[in-house]
């Protein structure tokens, strides 16, 4: 983890499914008048398909390809407009080698909101449109593996709080320059 304090403006949010990404990502963006771009999102948006959708129909190798991509177009309009903006990336975004070593090309900064599992569970057991989301055997395994991944980005955050909380400890990091919007 990098204690190294200077602005930076391309924001990305990562962690597990549940840990809250699009939710903070989006709050924190409109406290910093900064841009959000949700990347499941845009993966929807560009195939008209929910996540669950492209999954159930082309499978997850077509997914992580289409995630890429989306990806890609994200760096590139950023690399262009310089917009600084706050990515919530999806819970598997890193752990495809190009995806974090494009983020590092581009000079993001990788927040991971680190969250229990057990709360992580309690989160994902109501919520639809997850298909890594099987039994809980399988997301602790995923869980697991994903761990030291999540551990190569820049900050740590604990998730397991309001949004709003959550936001404010990432203000706290000292990373954000004064954005004249
Ligand atoms: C995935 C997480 C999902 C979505 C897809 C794959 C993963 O995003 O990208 O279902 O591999 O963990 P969230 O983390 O936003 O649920």
Redesign the pocket.
Known sequence: MSNEIRPRRLVCLT?????G??TVARLLASQLGWMHTD??RC?GQAVGLT?SEI?ARAGETE?RRL?SEQLARIAAEYAQTRRPRIV??????I?QPQNLALLREQGAVLIWLRCPIEELLRRCAQIT????FRDEASFRR?YNERLPIYELSDYRVDSDAEPARVVEQILALGIFPQVAV
């Open positions: 962690g597990f499914m549940g840990s990404k699009s990347l499941d993966i996540i999954f997914f995630e919530s990336l999806g819970g598997g975004t752990t449109d997850r298909p890594l995923l």
